[in-house]
């Protein structure tokens, strides 16, 4: 048996022994949200599921925006001795009824509009249901919706919860080290999402080492984030840490446009942003149309530095935004499998273009593709291969796949199916993913390779790069997002110049057979390009064919 412990006392209520009661945790448009408070509505959330029979290791399904119900709702599972399963509230109904059924989930958090999507799963499954107001970022949660909703409403489960508590005094269950907490979702990029199973004392490990140890969330800091909550990125930087330390976080409803997050740092003026490339490439144009016309640039001076992930950043892309902008950046890797970060750039030391270093605590090895396990011997320092981590985050499995978790979990080790390369200094260098390389003219291409390339032209704000059929052959094509001050000149005359700026760079065989531009990029939930949508609708025939 493992020691005691449960990540609601880590996160949040270890925070009021150390008297940060009156310290605000959220903050939520005008709305501020202390320590004391959430701690209050967790105990009466958590003593509600209790009552409604939710029993210890029993997942607790929360498909809801970021608001300070989220936290309630996170919090509430945890302390309850629940197990946390979460989802995007602007899913397909067949992908969170798909949730519902896999996690078995013994009760669901969320909207009344997700809740009569999802009817038949809730009815099949028997999940007890607790409904959230649909609201802005600033409204009250803990309202109702004229709406009929066969659940419970927020504010009405935490009234119950909080009779029960004067009546009983229960409000928790008692949890160990290595009893599960909570079912991380993969992106799914081969097929349906399946969940890595995580233990309490997995979470606690790598907050402890990457969050603390190796970029310094601080208690005086403000955290907002591109990404939403449910992805375990943003349930990381921008719940989890900064509860940790006692910070605040900043949070909103809104879908993470430019314009919605100009708003939240005007708002909250924040210290860590938790971004993503797409969104910094993003930023930078909205306040090239700012200045055009003539309205106030975009005022990032009070964050400390930006947290990416998810996407490969292009060097010429963190060149612009720091010079722009101002701050820091650190670029880092991490995974579901392992929870969070592992291996990342820090404080003074950064390696624009590569990954960084391990992360304290962990240790990294790149191995040959076709290594069957953590022993093989490495690849050369500068040779690609693929990257295993062993790390005390490892997650026991993945829920419902016992093969999927032969191939992928060897004891403490995870193959990362990711490719790399490390250098003589230590430093990592991503290399796209196994299962995309493309073969041409019989040599192994990595899209992201291509990608980068040309991210670094100027006329680039992102890129895709997939395998389209040419004679029966694999050919790199590439889907360009052009910047705003590219969109005048002609596509034809600008896909010749990009080809020849990827043939000055790159193996000749690399270069992109076609290019196609497009107004954006479809992204999966976590906010990554879904070169799997890519290729479905190249497949179809809903691409442009390019030039």
Known sequence: MSDPLNLADYFLFDRLAEGFGDKTAILFGAERHSYQSVADRTRQLAAYLLVQGVRAEERVLIVLHDSPAYAYAFFATLRAGGVVAMGNPAAPTDDLEYLVRYTRASAVITTATVAASIEAALVEVGSQLVVVPEVATGEDVLGREARESRGTWLVDALAEGARSIAARGADRHATAADDPAIW???????????????AHRDFAFNTERYALGTVGYRARDVTVSVPRLFFGYATGTNLMFPFRVGATTG?????PTPEALALAIERYRPTIVTNVPTMMAKLLDDDDARSAAGKPALDLSTVRFHLSAGEALPPALLARFLARFGGEVYDGIGSAEMFHIYCSNRPGDVVPGSLGRVVDGYELRVLPVDADGPGAAPVA???????????????????????????????????TGDLFRVDEHGYHWFEGRADELLKVGGVWVAPLEVEGCLAQHQAVSAAAVIGAEEDGLTKPKAFVVRTSAALGQGEAELAAELKEWVKGRLSLHKYPRAIAFVDELPKNDRGKIDRKELRRRELAGETPGGH
Do not use: I, M, N, Q
């Open 381 to 415: 320092p500068g040779e690609t291969g693929v990257l295993w981590v062993r790390g005390d985050s490892v997650a026991l499995g993945y829920a419902g796949d016992r093969e999927k978790s032969w191939s992928t979990f060897f004891g403490h080790w995870c193959k």
């Open 184 to 198: 991380l979702f993969t992106s799914g990029s081969t097929g349906r999402s399946k969940a890595a199973v995580h």
């Open 251 to 255: 949070l909103f409803v809104e879908r």
